[in-house]
């Protein structure tokens, strides 16, 4: 099975940084679009940023200029790097990969478990 592992979630103060990593493993072929997705209380799952294998990027407005998406294709490894979070930063975060895996030519969709990343002011 392909499985997406994250880690560096935390607490942090205002004005601080973080960052993310998020490592697919099993069987695959190839890992292609990777993303990093945030889920606050009460609000609707919205993109962050993403990646495609070629590092081509893509940010949401609320984090232009202060996150920073980048990848690893050596470790099928993408990471996301915080700067300046605000208190409404605050939110599960979650990375998801489309993936090719070596038992057959369908590129599919995985998630990760999440992570929480809390911005105290």
Known sequence: QVQLVESGGGLVQAGGSLTLSCAASGNILVVNTMAWYRQAPGKQRELVASITRGSN???????????TISRDNAKNTVYLQMNSLKPEDTAVYYCNADIRTRAGIILLNYWGQGTQVTVSS
């Not at 609320?62 to 996150?67: L, P, T």
Request: aromatic share 18%.
């Open 57 to 67: 990027t893509n940010y949401a407005d609320s984090v232009k200029g202060r996150f």
